[in-house]
């Protein structure tokens, strides 16, 4: 666990440095950029999202066979060949956006321009960071793989803040023009991609150097399609709101839409370091047969989750018009948006339960109940979108994206459990979840209730606190949390 423990908290300072990048300088392209060409990196956002997990499988392929016993030179030979279809597929997508820029502009937003930019320009230059920015998931899924987690967060926290900042940096300087963004971020992750590929090739060691051997992706491509087909599907589930809002919403509805979706997706990266972490411990402890430590760590994975993303999600919804305030300095837009917040936090909450299900399954080689599951929940969601838009807006596609997530955490993992353990272990999961969230329901609801006479700039710290009290009371009524924590203390005190 002492391993596991440190992993973990690499993971979640480097995503927390990304977060915080993504909330410290969004509303400094909000005020630069303005709302409607704001959307555009909201659109931008989406397109990525969705991209990124049309990579075949092939990054949680990679990290799999990182973790398995197999020899170096095995590793390297089915390296080489994942990165060159990577490569290829990074680059078909990239020239596939920047080809149908025109179409994208005209038939899918319905702007031609906007604050002055040709809005088919803008998206040929989101396919041009598109091709540069895919292959970082290759590489972070291999470096993930090889247990690598503290130096592979330093060097991501080091280019989100390059990439965020130095963004916001020079659009302060420069012109403020979505160009400028797009190109800024283009470089960066160009650069990005080139030290993680470095550091990835130096921790398998020597070699002589071997052009693409595409048989040594004989084995995995079964487990590689699965992945992706539950990856395609997840991508549509998370990001179907933003993309068919795009069509049926105003630019500058869209706008506030989108500021809520990528404030509530910082919940998602407190879920996204947990995975990272538990998965390679997972399969290893999958492929050499330790069936009881194997729960234990999933467990102890549940647990984990419940006490950092529920008590998170439970204050963004309670706080979601002060933090927006705070955040944008920009009381219209709070007002506005703030619902929305409130519903995709919810969502967004619900999402992050089935990571360790997700990673459980991955870990024994299986894709097709997620593949399935994912399927109903799109079946659902994107034509209620279409059907609910229309009539309820935005408030109304979040709410609907709420139900959809909140029905896929009461079935999914119940379903899960059953294929791999043949029982619902519907007591255990009760057990994991149940008491830390409501302990971090009871905490956040009477803090809000508390600081609902606060003056304005008492709000900033009843939100830290908040989040804080309620992660503290979620860890208490977790028992393997609380079990684990003690023992450390004792070895410390020791």
Known sequence: MARLSHNLAA???????????????????VHLLGIERFALIGIYASLYAVMALLDGGLSTTLNREMAADSSAAQRRARLRAMECVYVAMAGAMGIGVWLLSPLLARHWLGVVAVGGEQVAHIFALMGLVLLFQLPVTLYNGGLLGQQRHIALNAVNAAFAMLRWGGAALVLWILPPRLETYFLWHAGASCLHAGVLATMLWRGLGGGAWQGPQLAALRG????????????????VLLQADKLILGRLLPLATLGQYMLAAMFALVIARASSPIFSSFFPRLSALVARGNRAELWEVYHFGVQAVAVIVLPIAFTVALFAHEILLIWTRDAALAGEAAVILRLLSLGVGCSGLLVLPYALLFAHGGTRLAFFCNLAAVALLVPGLVIIADG?????????????????????????????AGSLMLGGWLRDLLPPALAALLTAGLLRWAASGAGPGWQAAAIVACAALSIGAAVLAAAHLRGWLLLRLRGGLA
């Open 11 to 29: 993971n979640f300072m480097g995503q927390g440095v990304t977060a915080l990048a993504g909330v410290l300088f969004l509303p400094v392209y």
């Open 220 to 235: 995995i491509l079964r487990f590689s399609g699965g992945v992706w087909a539950v990856s395609l599907l997840g991508a």
């Open 392 to 420: 309820y807006g935005a408030v109304g596609a979040a709410a609907l994206w709420l139900a959809v997530n909140a029905a896929l955490a009461a079935s999914f993992p119940l379903l899960c459990h059953h294929k791999l």
